[in-house]
């Protein structure tokens, strides 16, 4: 039986909604087998961030190394990168590693407003990692951060989607989970666009709802699954995750990651 395998450059999170905990969760419910390079440590519930413990930069590399010359990668996601020097590190190390399927989850902020990404960081982000990235995956926030454009409307998701990708990455979705109405993201090709859609839940029971969706992605393209058949796939899980919320923790409570798998028996 030949496995598929991706790899998480993430932060972990103590509560298991976001973070490594969520994209590992998400490998397995994909089949997929998962591996993790830590960048820092967050003690972290449904209520909040209480504190962030980078990992020190040699740490992070050496990790990435040892999956990447070892067991090997067929695709990489990045989540939480902390700063500047992690973002160079891993752009870096992916380029070094010759991964081509990287998804980049530009976390910046976590629900409760926590800062995840330094400020000063988001030019790394800009010039060093979207440049090696094959997709990357910003909520409206980022995209307004990364883009300079206030957005408003599909048509602005859609503007932010096009500038983004003159950055260097080839595929952009901008999600829509921060919008009113419907949840729909878009989607960008370069030259044209899709949309991902489904109704809107009404729950507080989203910590981790990007974690997820960009760890599905990259699951379904370490199983070599077409660009938008890979999208679709991560769609219907995060839709079934936030659908059929657990309901625990006094915050914003974590996804289903058994949801998608169990509705599929
Ligand atoms: N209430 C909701 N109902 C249905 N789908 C949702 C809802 N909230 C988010 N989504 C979907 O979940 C996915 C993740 O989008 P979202 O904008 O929430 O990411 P995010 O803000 O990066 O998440 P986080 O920072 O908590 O990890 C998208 O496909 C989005 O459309
Ligand atoms: C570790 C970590 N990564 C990402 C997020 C964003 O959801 C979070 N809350 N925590």
Known sequence: MKVARALTIAGSDSGGGAGIQADLKTFQMLDVFGMSAITAITAQNTLGVHGIYPVPLEGIGLQIDAVATDLGVDAAKTGMLADAAIIRLVADKVKEHNIEKLVVDPVMVAKG???????????????????????????????EVLTGLSIRSLVDMK???????????????????????????????????????????????????????????????????????????????????????????????????????????
């Open 113 to 143: 407003g926590a800062r995840l990404l330094q400020e000063q960081a988001q030019d790394a982000l800009i010039h060093d990692l979207l440049p090696v990235a094959f997709m990357t995956t910003p909520n409206i926030p980022e995209a």
């Open 159 to 265: 503007e932010a989607a096009k500038r983004i990708g003159d950055m260097g990455v080839k595929y952009v979705i901008v999600k829509g989970g921060h919008m009113q109405g419907d949840a729909i993201d878009i989607v960008f090709d370069g030259t044209s666009f899709e949309q991902l859609d489904s109704k809107r839940f009404e729950t507080p029971h989203t910590h981790g709802t990007g974690c997820t969706f960009s760890a599905a992605i990259a699951a379904e393209l370490a199983k070599g699954r077409p660009i938008f058949e890979a999208v679709a796939t991560a769609k219907a899980f995060i839709t079934a995750a936030i659908r059929e919320s657990l309901g625990i923790g006094h915050g914003h409570g974590p996804t289903n990651h058994w949801a998608y798998f169990r509705s599929n028996l």
